[in-house]
T-cell receptor
Framework: GAVVSQHPSRVICKSGTSVKIECRSLDFQATTMFWYRQFPKQSLMLMATSNEGSKATYEQGVEKDKFLINHASLTLSTLTVTSAHPEDSSFYIC??????????FGPGTRLTVL | RKEVEQDPGPFNVPEGATVAFNCTYSNSASQSFFWYRQDCRKEPKLLMSVYSSGNEDGRFTAQLNRASQYISLLIRDSKLSDSATYLCVVTRRDGNKLVFGAGTILRVKS
């Protein structure tokens, strides 16, 4: 099946710093990628839809200036958590939509903000 | 009310048992329906799509009832490796965005 990678898999940072997470579709082109967040024992929540070459679409309640998304190519989307705080600690997962409309998920990035 | 509701469980069953999970969704305009499996601290993986006519994949059977806005998953002859969280997922009208339930925990014990 299609492969989506995320980097880093785990990151620990100090409060106030920014963290960049990369999502790559390795063997297919994805015009649309999605970013999700999952807190412990909760469901995945869609944060934003990332479209190649255009601005991301954010879900209600997600601050676009805090969670910067860039989708500069058909195989790469990045999520930057700016001025991270402990409440931003979570499991961030991306998915990439293939031409078949199936979404393939990356392995996730566990962010811990101290 | 959550858009997708699931019984969180956990369901503790012995190997070989048959177990059924249910899910309800509130948006009647939902277009597509899926069951995903998520192992601890890992990404969700597609288990199967769900259709009104029902579909079966080995030991797994999924069913959709659009009138009742209800989705089910039946697992026969449970294996230890079936232990995971099972996520009920629907797409919205545009077919683009996935909406996840919180998941049902299954623990299969020997």
């Amino acid at each position: 099946g299609a492969v989506v990678s995320q980097h880093p898999s785990r990151v620990i940072c100090k409060s106030g710093t920014s963290v960049k997470i990369e999502c790559r579709s390795l063997d297919f082109q994805a015009t649309t990628m999605f970013w999700y967040r999952q807190f412990p024992k909760q469901s995945l929540m869609l944060m934003a839809t990332s479209n190649e070459g255009s601005k991301a679409t954010y879900e209600q309640g997600v601050e676009k200036d805090k969670f910067l998304i860039n989708h500069a190519s058909l195989t790469l989307s990045t999520l930057t958590v700016t001025s991270a705080h402990p409440e931003d600690s979570s499991f961030y997962i991306c998915s990439a939509r293939a031409i078949s409309d199936t979404q393939y998920f990356g392995p996730g990035t566990r962010l811990t903000v101290l | 009310r959550k858009e997708v509701e699931q019984d969180p469980g956990p369901f503790n069953v012995p190997e070989g048992a048959t177990v059924a999970f249910n899910c309800t969704y509130s948006n009647s305009a939902s277009q597509s329906f899926f069951w995903y499996r998520q192992d601890c601290r890992k990404e969700p993986k597609l288990l199967m799509s769900v259709y009104s006519s029902g579909n079966e994949d080995g030991r797994f059977t999924a069913q959709l009832n659009r009138a009742s806005q209800y989705i089910s998953l039946l697992i026969r002859d449970s294996k230890l490796s079936d232990s995971a969280t099972y996520l009920c997922v629907v797409t919205r009208r545009d077919g683009n965005k996935l909406v996840f339930g919180a998941g049902t925990i299954l623990r299969v014990k020997s």
